[in-house]
């Protein structure tokens, strides 16, 4: 691809790089009559769970059942067996566009999905653990369906370690080492992955259904009525002006569209499409262009109220309410956005690139006078939420007043086909990440079957253990002790493990994988639960801008015409401070805000710490403070950025001493 090259960025050519990069976004034409049918399923899902989560009393199965119900039917329908579905629209096997076998899988689907939770409750009692033949035929088109509508709407890397686990389950004697069991039948994976709440029904789609879905809907809803565009035009009134200012402002623009948003290749496009060729106008290279607007978009799955779904997940893990979860999320989602910023300013300097003029600018008092309506549901939704209220409560009257604003906003009206069209649009959106919870829930299910969890976790300590034994023994590691070393080596090894396995999955879907696999591996280490979550969530997230596989990198290289591989490469090295702020927490976990052990003097020099150490890394991957720097001062601020960024009075006092040769010598070349 011609890194000058500059694509025309019409609406469909956006959509045409969305799909291509989002799976979650392939869905196929189909017929007005057919068209109309699946719209009218969309809205009422829509419906449904807005009345189910706000007023209505609903059995957990049963709620779990009918959102199953309606995600895995539409997927049948909207998701082609191939991403480019090309068959003949009329041809006899075909109803407006859609294969009959498709429809029957989908009713079929449908059928499996709500098959249990229609079972009277004391009749389900009596065949757990002792399914009937009907029970196991339902059970196993359930679960094979769920894995096609995976690789449907997902993509195949989640099917693929779902089909791995059960075959663990299946053939646990013949595993080897630690990971040896004494194995399960076909039944029995049935009977728990179907029948109990520890599978498919389980925490993971009971979360989607009762949460994430509620907060997908809103975000949709916040940007019809012109949230979006407010928080765009906001970036551009707090830093379009400043040296490289449309960088800033994707900075700013995905860090506000994060709050409400759910998908950072959504992220990507949505913003990059102002932000990337504004970038490249004023003298930023495609493919950094297409690396800022990533990474910061990406940063969006880590920021506060939404952090891609996992937030829910959280609070049902760890049984804590949500605006802890939220102040945990805070320090280390603004530290990610202050190492781009930092970067971005650094090659603004280094380029000599200008500010956007003054006639490129939005105007304060026009923005808000055109927006402000569109931010009342927000400040709703916030409010509720810190005031302990429920997740689903405060969507909920977050929705309401999105409708209410949207039929008063003179600028930004909904009339009844807008609302539609966004009811619709919400309940599209959720199906992808739907269907990928009913499969976490296969392994997960697995997981709690065989206690693979704690025999991977076993695994991990005792390699780490092992490394850390060798290299204590060193002369010159040998300061620090087999267990600092163990503890060390564990993280990297779970790191890397969250970054392969985040590859291609959706964050929610990444997170919980990682819960249940990863996380019992620091439970041994003794991390405290949340600091474990935390960790394993943020490295998985960082899948989206980690080559070979960043789909947000590559969705952003497709708007700035820029090489792919390239771009990701830039977006990793853009967004190191993600890869490093979970080591800070983990070693003090006062910047969590709400860990145990916090007081404002650690949480202080903690994120002081943080901050002096992730702009010395930028200062060192840019090669630029005042003057560019020579290769060795590079490496001299890089060693010297750790000592800031391990946790302490004295390895920061050291630090500071050790930049004064640096400072001295970039004030003597500095021109005047």
């Known amino acids: 691809m011609n890194s000058d090259a500059t694509p025309e960025l019409t609406p469909e050519k956006l959509a045409e790089i969305e799909r291509e990069f989002d799976p979650e976004t392939a869905f196929r034409p189909t017929g007005k009559t057919l068209g109309f049918v699946i719209a009218a399923i969309l809205v009422s899902m829509s419906v449904y769970h807005f009345y189910a989560s706000g007023f209505g009393l609903v059995r957990e199965l049963v709620h779990r059942g009918i959102h199953l119900s309606f995600v895995l039917g539409l997927v049948f329908l909207l998701f082609g067996v191939r991403k480019n579905d090309t068959l003949p629209p009329k041809a006899w096997y075909r109803f407006d566009g859609v294969p009959l076998i498709d429809i029957v899988f989908a009713v079929l689907a449908v059928g499996a999905a709500m098959y249990l939770p229609l079972l009277p409750a004391a009749a389900l009692a009596q065949r757990v653990g002792n399914p009937s ?16 509508a995976t690789r449907r709407s997902v993509g195949p890397t989640l099917p693929i370690i779902g089909l791995m686990f059960i075959g663990f389950a299946y053939f646990g004697p013949w595993m080897p080492g630690a990971l040896k069991h004494g194995g399960s039948s076909w039944l029995g994976i049935i009977n728990h992955l179907y029948m109990t709440n520890q599978g498919i029904y389980g925490i993971a789609i009971g979360v989607m259904a009762q949460y994430v879905f509620l907060f997908i809907l809103f975000g949709v809803l916040a940007t019809r009525i012109g949230l979006g565009q407010l928080f765009i035009d906001m970036a551009m009134v707090i830093a379009g002006r400043y040296s490289g200012g449309p960088a800033k402002v994707a900075i700013f623009s995905s860090a506000f569209m994060g709050t409400i948003s759910g998908s950072s290749i959504a992220n990507t496009v949505t913003t990059g499409a102002l932000t990337i060729p504004a970038m490249k106008r004023v003298g930023y290279p495609a493919h950094f262009a297409g690396a800022v607007e990533a990474t910061a978009s990406t940063g969006g799955q880590i920021t506060p109220p939404i952090l891609g779904a996992a937030a829910f997940i959280m609070v049902e893990y760890l049984e804590i309410p949500l605006r802890d979860v939220l102040a945990a999320a805070l320090f280390p989602a603004l530290l990610h956005y202050f190492g781009i910023f930092i970067m971005v300013h650094l090659e603004a300097k280094k380029l000599g690139l200008r500010g956007l003029r003054a006639e490129e600018l939005p105007k304060l008092g026009v923005v808000l006078k055109d927006h402000w309506l569109s931010l009342i549901p927000l400040v709703i939704l916030v409010y509720l939420i810190l005031s302990g209220k429920t997740p689903d409560y405060a969507a909920v009257y977050g929705i309401i007043a999105c409708v209410v604003v949207g039929f008063l906003n003179p600028t930004h009206r909904l009339n009844i086909k807008d609302l539609w069209d966004s009811l619709a649009a919400g309940a599209k959106n959720t199906l992808a990440v739907g269907a990928a919870a009913a499969t976490v829930g296969v392994v997960v299910g697995v997981v709690t079957l065989t206690g693979v969890g704690f025999r991977l976790g076993y695994v991990v300590v005792q390699t780490a253990t092992d490394i850390g034994t060798f290299l204590s023994a060193l002369p010159i590691l040998g300061y620090f002790t087999v267990a600092q070393w163990a503890l060390f080596t564990s993280l990297v090894l779970i790191a890397i493990s969250c970054i392969i396995m985040g590859a291609g999955i959706p ?36 899948a989206d801008i980690t080559p070979p596989v960043a789909l947000a990198a ?3 290289a497709g708007i700035a015409g820029s090489n792919p591989f390239k771009t990701g490469n830039t977006a990793f090295r853009l967004g190191i401070a993600k890869a490093l702020v979970p080591f800070v927490f983990v070693y003090s976990p006062a910047l969590l805000l709400v860990a145990d052990g916090f007081t404002w003097w650690l949480f202080t020099i903690t994120l002081i710490g943080a901050m002096l150490g992730i702009a010395s890394l930028g200062v060192a991957f840019s090669g630029y403070l005042l003057t560019p720097l020579k290769k060795w001062e590079r490496w001299w601020v890089a060693v010297v950025s750790f000592l800031f960024i391990a946790p302490g009075v004295f390895t920061m006092a050291v630090g500071l001493v050790l930049m004064i040769p640096i400072a001295v010598l970039q004030f003597k070349r500095a021109p005047g």
């Open 507 to 542: 964050t929610t879907a990444t997170y919980i994988i990682l819960v249940a696999v990863a996380a019992p591996a620091l439970a041994v280490l003794e991390v405290e639960p949340l600091v474990a979550h935390f960790f394993v969530f943020y490295y998985g997230v960082l």
């Open 133 to 148: 033949p009907s029970d196991i035929f339902m059970g196993s088109a359930l679960l094979l369906l769920t894995l096609e």
């Open 554 to 556: 590559y969705a952003a």
